[in-house]
């Protein structure tokens, strides 16, 4: 597959940079205990991290946001959340060394989350991704994934063509988004995934690790600094 040669990685941040699972789960679950009931399975919250107040409420209570209750629920959810943002959340194995063969590479690299920015300004340097170029959050622009307007806010931040930038994510929201935003895009099969398999999504990639990304943007940077060989009649 030829690739466009990128000069800025875009990340999803829940799912995709950050195992933030374990304390969105918690946020949730305390819902439900201060409310007299068992906790939801986190086997059962994991996969609809991604979805943020949606997916866990969706899991934990079975409410949709149009439901009658669900804004009282989404509403203990985040106070939970803000006040233990990051007792468990750490970033997935291999991100760290992928940030930085993306800066050895001369490469950018921002975030792009629909988490509100209330708790991304809080949750990005706690967990050490503080060096982001960029960082926009849900509530940045008027739309959130999967419409193109973050990523493309964040290619003008960076000064550059939305063409010029990858983008990766966990979420069927993440690849359409770059989509639209002509952006290549990546499925990262190491994070929440959701309940839709990640080949499905129609992604360029499907990256299985960040060590296989950290390859996939080496050798498409190598592959376009190699000298066109010269053809036969070329040396005629």
């Given amino acids: 597959m030829h690739l466009t040669v990128p000069r800025a990685i875009l990340f999803d941040l829940d799912g995709t940079l950050a195992d933030t699972a374990p304390d969105l789960a918690g946020a949730i679950n305390k819902v439900r205990t201060d409310r007299g009931l068992a906790p939801?399975?986190?086997?059962?919250?994991?996969?609809?991290?991604?979805?943020?107040?949606r997916g866990l409420i969706g899991a934990a209570f079975g409410l949709l946001p149009e439901d009658e209750g669900y804004d009282d629920l989404r509403t203990a959810f985040l106070v939970n959340y803000e006040a233990a943002?990051?007792?468990?959340?750490?970033?997935?194995?291999?991100?760290?060394?992928?940030?930085?063969?993306?800066?050895?590479?001369?490469?950018?690299?921002?975030?792009?989350?629909n988490k509100a920015a209330r708790f991304t300004d809080r949750l990005v340097p706690l967990i050490g991704l503080q060096d982001a170029r960029c960082v926009v959050s849900g509530d940045t622009t008027p739309h959130s994934k999967p419409h193109p307007a973050p990523l493309l806010e964040a290619a003008s931040r960076l000064a550059l063509a939305p063409n010029a930038c990858w983008y990766v994510g966990d979420d069927l929201r993440d690849i359409q988004a770059g989509r639209a935003a002509g952006m290549v895009t990546i499925a990262a099969g190491w994070g929440y995934c959701g309940?839709?398999?990640?080949?499905s999504w129609g992604a360029d990639v499907l990256a299985?690790?960040?060590?296989?990304?950290?390859?996939?943007v080496s050798s498409t940077l190598v592959k376009s600094r190699d000298p066109v060989q010269p053809s036969v009649c070329d040396k005629n």
């Fill in 40 to 53: 939801t399975p986190y086997e059962q919250l994991r996969p609809v991290a991604s979805a943020g107040a």
């Fill in 85 to 113: 943002i990051a007792v468990e959340s750490r970033l997935f194995d291999g991100i760290a060394p992928l940030v930085k063969g993306l800066q050895d590479h001369d490469l950018s690299w921002g975030i792009v989350t």
């Fill in 195 to 199: 309940n839709i398999e990640p080949a």
């Fill in 208 to 216: 299985a690790t960040p060590l296989d990304l950290l390859d996939l």
